[in-house]
Protein backbone atom coordinates (compact mmCIF):
# COMPACT_ATOMS: atom_id res chain seq x y z
CA UNK A 1 0.00 0.00 0.00
CA UNK A 2 0.91 3.32 -0.62
CA UNK A 3 -0.30 6.92 0.14
CA UNK A 4 0.66 9.96 -3.04
CA UNK A 5 0.39 13.16 -2.26
CA UNK A 6 0.67 15.89 -5.21
CA UNK A 7 1.53 19.19 -5.23
CA UNK A 8 2.77 22.40 -7.40
CA UNK A 9 -0.89 22.74 -9.50
CA UNK A 10 -1.59 26.33 -10.15
CA UNK A 11 -2.80 29.19 -12.71
CA UNK A 12 -0.07 29.60 -15.65
CA UNK A 13 -0.05 31.47 -18.48
CA UNK A 14 -0.06 30.20 -21.99
CA UNK A 15 3.57 29.60 -22.59
CA UNK A 16 4.45 29.37 -19.28
CA UNK A 17 5.83 26.60 -17.00
CA UNK A 18 5.01 24.10 -13.50
CA UNK A 19 6.62 21.86 -12.15
CA UNK A 20 4.50 19.18 -10.28
CA UNK A 21 5.39 16.86 -7.46
CA UNK A 22 4.35 13.55 -5.89
CA UNK A 23 5.69 12.82 -2.28
CA UNK A 24 4.82 8.57 -1.82
CA UNK A 25 4.25 7.12 2.06
CA UNK A 26 6.74 4.35 0.98
CA UNK A 27 10.00 3.76 -0.57
CA UNK A 28 9.72 3.85 -3.97
CA UNK A 29 12.80 1.82 -5.15
CA UNK A 30 10.11 -1.19 -5.83
CA UNK A 31 7.49 0.69 -7.33
CA UNK A 32 7.63 -0.78 -10.88
CA UNK A 33 5.87 2.05 -12.58
CA UNK A 34 4.92 5.91 -11.32
CA UNK A 35 3.45 7.96 -13.93
CA UNK A 36 0.91 11.52 -14.10
CA UNK A 37 -2.48 11.23 -15.36
CA UNK A 38 -4.82 14.09 -15.92
CA UNK A 39 -8.90 14.27 -16.03
CA UNK A 40 -11.08 16.87 -17.54
CA UNK A 41 -14.75 17.27 -16.86
CA UNK A 42 -16.52 14.72 -18.94
CA UNK A 43 -13.46 13.14 -20.01
CA UNK A 44 -11.73 9.78 -19.06
CA UNK A 45 -8.24 10.07 -16.91
CA UNK A 46 -5.41 9.98 -19.74
CA UNK A 47 -2.03 9.09 -19.20
CA UNK A 48 0.30 11.84 -19.63
CA UNK A 49 3.83 10.42 -18.77
CA UNK A 50 5.19 7.65 -16.59
CA UNK A 51 8.42 6.21 -15.67
CA UNK A 52 9.46 3.07 -14.67
CA UNK A 53 11.81 1.37 -11.81
CA UNK A 54 14.09 1.30 -14.52
CA UNK A 55 14.28 4.82 -15.80
CA UNK A 56 12.59 3.97 -19.29
CA UNK A 57 9.55 7.00 -20.01
CA UNK A 58 6.57 6.81 -21.88
CA UNK A 59 4.73 10.11 -22.64
CA UNK A 60 1.65 11.00 -24.34
CA UNK A 61 1.96 12.23 -28.14
CA UNK A 62 0.04 15.77 -27.19
CA UNK A 63 3.44 16.15 -24.18
CA UNK A 64 6.34 14.97 -26.37
CA UNK A 65 9.04 17.98 -26.18
CA UNK A 66 7.04 20.12 -23.72
CA UNK A 67 7.28 17.43 -20.40
CA UNK A 68 9.55 16.04 -19.10
CA UNK A 69 9.13 13.13 -15.85
CA UNK A 70 11.37 11.91 -13.59
CA UNK A 71 11.94 9.95 -10.45
CA UNK A 72 13.95 10.28 -7.29
CA UNK A 73 14.05 6.89 -5.41
CA UNK A 74 16.02 8.82 -2.11
CA UNK A 75 13.19 11.38 -1.99
CA UNK A 76 10.28 8.89 -2.71
CA UNK A 77 8.98 11.14 -5.13
CA UNK A 78 8.44 12.13 -8.99
CA UNK A 79 8.38 14.98 -10.66
CA UNK A 80 6.46 16.44 -13.67
CA UNK A 81 8.30 19.32 -15.36
CA UNK A 82 5.50 21.40 -17.98
CA UNK A 83 6.72 23.95 -20.24
CA UNK A 84 5.30 25.31 -23.06
CA UNK A 85 2.08 25.08 -21.06
CA UNK A 86 -1.34 25.50 -23.99
CA UNK A 87 -4.64 26.42 -22.59
CA UNK A 88 -5.77 22.07 -23.27
CA UNK A 89 -3.45 21.05 -20.80
CA UNK A 90 -5.83 22.35 -18.32
CA UNK A 91 -7.01 19.86 -16.16
CA UNK A 92 -6.82 17.95 -13.14
CA UNK A 93 -3.30 16.09 -12.75
CA UNK A 94 -3.19 12.81 -10.53
CA UNK A 95 -0.13 10.70 -9.66
CA UNK A 96 -0.48 7.26 -9.94
CA UNK A 97 1.84 4.03 -8.86
CA UNK A 98 1.33 0.77 -9.71
CA UNK A 99 2.39 -1.98 -7.54
CA UNK A 100 0.09 -5.48 -6.72
CA UNK A 101 -2.29 -2.71 -7.72
CA UNK A 102 -3.13 1.36 -8.96
CA UNK A 103 -2.82 3.59 -6.23
CA UNK A 104 -3.98 7.30 -7.11
CA UNK A 105 -3.29 10.44 -5.31
CA UNK A 106 -5.86 13.23 -4.74
CA UNK A 107 -5.03 14.91 -7.41
CA UNK A 108 -3.43 19.11 -8.14
CA UNK A 109 -5.24 21.69 -10.64
CA UNK A 110 -3.29 23.24 -13.49
CA UNK A 111 -5.02 25.91 -15.60
CA UNK A 112 -3.62 27.11 -18.38
CA UNK A 113 -4.81 30.68 -19.26
CA UNK A 114 -4.23 34.49 -19.67
Known amino acids: QVQLVESGGGLVQPGGSLSLSCVAS????????MGWYRQTAGKQRELVALVTSGGSTNYADSVKGRFTISRDNVKNTVYLQMNNLKPEDTAVYYCNAQITKSYWGQGTQVTVSS
Open 26 to 33: RNTFSILK
